[in-house]
């Protein structure tokens, strides 16, 4: 966490200085549909493109979408709220605005140092337990994607700094832009990733060494170098391709039997922290019960028609 | 499991329909070879084309190698016996016909949903024992290739649908023809793979993201693709030269120490579920025993003598 | 480990017989820079030729660096040691030499093979407990670069062989020049690996099927294909440059606040070995105390300052 | 949970029938001390009657303090309160009225199975995912006693039904009057206990033999045995003595070291559910930190003095 | 394993020599009731004493119930056969004769011994591997008791020597006579107890200081240092006493609902090898199935009554 | 760790003041043996009073055996060279002096925090790294009797307070005589203990509410209640009886197989941190080789002499 709204960087080819400006242009997207119902959030816009499919764009263009602690807050109630929400199947994380995200605010972080000097002099233990309590929320914000039992496809475009390598650690599948890149940046403000990248990175591009590489280094990744080594899944020309390539997706899953697909989620993200033969045995407790899910016999039947007749699944 | 023959799909590019009807053909391969002896199965064709080597045949070609309920109790049988069989080093999986396999037989599924039922009825939760036992008894079948000891080597050619993924998620290598393709296809059916692939496949390619989006959409992933991720190691012209360049791998294999590459998959299989601290312990344990086989000695002999005396190593 | 000094082999394309008598001109790389202070070793040349930066390097060339009991006791204090000193930021882990390593010396390992039989007849469970003593010591050696929070670079020319490859599993990130070959030779002398490579590696390159492979094959993987998996994150067209490289990346990551790399390093393998939940409430007791380090406040002022002002850590 | 309003059964010696009627005066008990601020609860009742201290109490005498829903949502916010409040060093749990609890209401709990059912013919899996949420739910209020870092003494009386075993069981130390007995009634209700008492009540008695019996069988476990067992740390005579014997057991435990005393309960549970190593790892990055405090100085100073200065320790 | 037939020792009071003699006496107990249907075994004799209640009694009273290589096999085979039988809902574990048993048959035994040589000079690896499979098939039938749902009652008399230790440790409550004494023989035989005894007493009575003292000095434990440390939870005055009391407590248990009893079972044997964190995660999967079962409402029913209909549940 | 030398407190009846005058009678027990070859420590008596029996006494007597840093570097060579020394099959633990120790020697630890402190002012995040440091040494040191293969019995009279209890918990079994008094002084003096009672204190009495009030209240535990929860296995009425009682226990385990003793205890320890299932399979590892031992023979031989023969085997 902690990662730098990197102003004094040059993000991107053209700097992200420059991308504040062209904040009124990039919120064409979003005018195009309308906010989801019930889905109030200062910093995100949470829209429903799709049939069953949501998009949620962290929306602070102006400030680079750094994250703020508003932010950190309702991206956890947002995915919270998707996860309960029965007519959700599958989720877009994208951005408003020039970048993905710079990352952490710095302005708005002092407050928590400010909190946990307390008095002037606070002990060093209590001073502890007010950054460990900060970092545990912020953690738990993130979890947020891995809790929500509903596939989250992130779609990156240009920056993604951070903070924002953090979020999109946690979401299912990665695509982006051409113009994308990432940076873990934790290490150049002195501190040490703990949100989520140093956890979950190396298992999601499923090796060591690159990982250690961009966490000590906190060199940039193009998104070629992100294609290859399994970090982002497809790369996309343009930003709009982007959207669209993702929603397509997500439109995809969403079309799935819900129990399938979600059961799958929670049986994946098991399975990552344990042992094949405890994820088997974890597999057969979910499937003792999904398998008598109406669900298998209405795909079935959908299948036996040879796609003359579509399965229409009920909420979940 | 439960992945459907695909009798409705369109599988690789002739179709699979067009397959059953080139079964005559494709049988060809195993006539060169007698039936291994003591191998007795009613859908598997087991031989031994090479000394130490066995080639177990998925043999059902008119049914598209489909999983039925006597295809899920010898799979497990026969590669039990292989691990016990002290003339086998190695094994190559491979399959009969024009397809790998289709996946799950879903006429032969049936019996399990009827048993299920009971009378008419029953309760939820003694339907869901039986869901259970069965799911258990599939899992243990298939966890059968990695109880045995011996290297399984999967030589897979055109389709592998559903359940087939799940079982060669089991092999320790994967070879495949240019016309190979994977299909993890269970979302279409309306539930969660339960056999290994969930388990298995993310620890296969080493990441995350395109384990999950191959889950969520039930889309093919062509050779090319399979190769690039790691899924499969080597990619062949033809069925021939497929089951050629297995069977070399494998017998390779077997002209090692039986000690060493047995030890090996041990500790190989026992590490990607363990801390690497707790595995270092496991193989200290293991090798305070094997490095006291005469295998040392006979290998170390035959290496000094610069290939003049090949080693011959006692059986395992 | 066990793994034989090749000399019955022919390692590289020009093999390691030649690469004996070149001996003397490779020499040269280490006469630039005085060995370290307080860095005695009979078998590791250790100098410091960056700030903040040392340079590791077998230096057993006139025997192909081969391992012998005395490297097996240096190379772990020799990284006990670093972890320890506070001026040592990064680690760079080369060889003197024309090959890396050729494995473990035979030669001398016979002596623990005398000791284990002790009498004539000895028991074998008593055989056990010294075999089993000698693999822990020279695991818990091994296991040395990774109790070192200092980042470790490998940098691999020609031959890596055996040991060799046990030996740069336990290092952070590996580089090698393009005639680098790796092998993991052990079924070829008739035992498991066991100081590292069958835990590691499919930890390293975050697949199974390509590790397998290599396990029970014995066979050679070349730079390109090294690269390719992800075990190599770099390639270099000399030795000299692979050398200048490896420092340079050693070099970025020592300018960097020791608290953010180092407790970095130590997350990193936590949770390579813990689920993603407990990997995140470990950072968070880690963060608890480094996030009230002064190198936040001054990483964050070079930042403020935009370059202007250099960070500068105190030890570590 | 689920466990049943006791009304047809005959709770402790009197039956709880008795008991409702007894209810006021039972509340003598509370009225000698106000309401704690800012602890205001429906179903709880939360005084602060020693330095540090707080005393919570289920308050719904007149339904023998069986769990409605906004008790389950009650009492796991009031001790995530108190884990926050560094007012706070300690805590009681009791009850008011003449019974502990006579566990789960079933009244209310209709409601959640009528959530389940949804319109008629609901899909068991979508049914399955509802009560998988409110269990949940449940299981993190009453986990919330364990993420309170300030150690919490169960008190308890007459009948502790059901869920109320469950909850004690996530307590730190427990303490009953002579007329207490603990019942794990769920297989009475058709069901397994969900909330904690099949996790934690083997490893609260350290043995499988008892725990298993009185899940098994449903049994009522008197003081006595419970003594015995370990389940109870001490006995008192009376409802009043056994209160203030608890308040004393928290007011010692209050005098102590915030520091030391909550860092401990951390290590602790942790410690419970890891092996001892990691334990030992865990517990030196906690105190890399805790033993920088300035309440090991104080401590000392106070204990160097003989008693003459008493240890004044900051808020925590 | 392996403990021996104490003929040359002096168990009991009386001794095992003079209890051959008594066979016939003994077999009284079993002529009351007839052997269950379709429970055909050599070694042991299987009844059904009371509704969903069998009893399994050891059955080579003339060789003090030796374990012979039958009775190793049949043990596990019985158990997985009262598993999956629904008329089953709890087990007494008995034995014939006047010693529960005297533990494994050395005469038996020899045959592994001599299958581990094979021809003469056998490689100690390959020697190795046999004893492996014979410990293994020997683990996994003593792992039947614990594989089966059912709560297991084992009900010990006098003698209960080596492998009868192993054998109890896996049952979930522990009944004996007062002339019952345990003894973990093994390290008299000059081995260490292979079979459960090291992984499941300390478990079973929750500590490790008497535990550890058993295994190494091999002594003798009396009923009532049993009683006292939890390994047993009841003592009786006679064989007869105890197994009326056995069967008494089988029956509660299986006058309870089995939805309810044997996900009890399964969650408690989880929990035991978790943490509380996974154990209430697998709780909550297993229950958005069971809750559904029609043993909630059924059980509900019946307590409404007041005890007036009595809850009928339906075979599981 | 970290626990006060008690100067100020009122240790046993008389007073730890007391104590310390009356150590030159103390002395006797030792002066009957002579010390051990090759085993001269400065704070440590070592002998060798039984026949493969060692005995480790703490002697600072004059300091009452308050552990200084040579104390913490010496416990652990000690128990390690024990470990390696194959004339050694069991240890027992005792004090010289008046009582077993005051704990941690707060004038020598007044070192470390120098060192910690470092110049004035020294960052808190490399503080911590001191501390660190020291305490993973002195938990490796303590961990040294769980390295030790042959058991270790504790035989504590009178005072055994804080770093003392962390160091009785590591043993196998604990004696102590009818004097002896505990206490886990540790949040007394500000701080979490830190070297093992946290981590093995619950496991060792297997339950969790005394060992929380014990580590919350800094209370004593007098050796009555010792004994009742399982941390004492027997109480003597005098030192000298508990040192006698200690050596016979430990002779009776030094007169068995030491393979099977040892391969015992590793399987102990290793089982107490993993599941059962992962217990049986190490098992199983470990007896194919254990197995193959001349002890297995020489023991089966002795048995069947009945007793006319003793078993003799080689060192171990």
């Known amino acids: 966490m902690w990662a730098l709204r990197v102003m004094a960087g040059r993000p991107g080819r053209g700097g992200v200085q420059a991308a504040a400006a062209a904040v009124g242009v990039a919120r064409r997207g979003m005018a195009a549909t ?3 119902e019930g889905y109030k959030y200062e910093t995100l816009a949470v829209t429903k493109p799709r049939k069953h499919v949501y998009l949620v764009k962290i929306n602070r263009p102006e400030k680079l ?3 703020n602690l508003v932010f950190w807050r309702e991206i956890g109630q947002c995915f919270d709220q998707l996860g309960d929400d ?3 199947r599958a989720v877009v994380l994208g951005a408003e605005g020039r970048v993905f995200t710079a990352g952490i605010d710095l302005m708005d972080l002092a407050s928590i140092g400010a909190a946990a000097e307390g008095g002037d002099g606070a002990d060093v233990a209590r001073r502890g337990r007010v950054i460990h309590k900060a970092i545990r929320d912020f953690q738990n914000s993130f979890s947020a994607l891995e809790r929500c039992p509903k596939p989250v496809v992130a779609a990156v475009h240009n920056a993604c700094v951070g903070g924002g390598v953090d979020l ?3 979401a299912d599948i990665r ?3 051409s113009d994308a890149w990432f940076q873990v940046k934790e290490v150049d403000v002195g501190l040490a990733a703990d949100v989520g990248t140093l956890q979950r990175l190396p298992k999601v591009v499923g090796g060591q060494s690159l990982a250690r590489e961009l966490v000590f280094t906190a060199r940039k990744m193009f998104s070629a170098e992100a294609l290859q080594c399994g970090f982002i899944s497809r790369i ?3 930003k709009e391709r982007l959207e669209e390539g993702a ?5 995809t899953i969403a079309s799935k039997s819900p129990v399938a697909v979600q059961t799958s989620k929670i049986a994946l993200i098991h399975s990552r922290d344990h042992s094949v033969e405890e994820g088997l045995d ?3 407790k979910l499937n003792m019960l999904m398998l008598q899910s109406e669900d298998v016999r209405i795909a079935a039947m959908a299948m036996m028609s040879k796609g003359e007749n579509k399965a229409i699944f009920s909420k979940l």
Chains 1, 2, 3, 4, 5, 6 share one sequence.
């Open 34 to 36: 309308q906010a989801a």
């Open 65 to 67: 979408n750094a994250m």
């Open 86 to 88: 029965t007519s959700c």
């Open 168 to 170: 999109v650690c946690g």
């Open 175 to 177: 695509y982006c832009s």
């Open 236 to 238: 996309f020309e343009s």
């Open 247 to 251: 929603l397509e997706l997500a439109a």
């Open 282 to 284: 974890y597999m057969a």
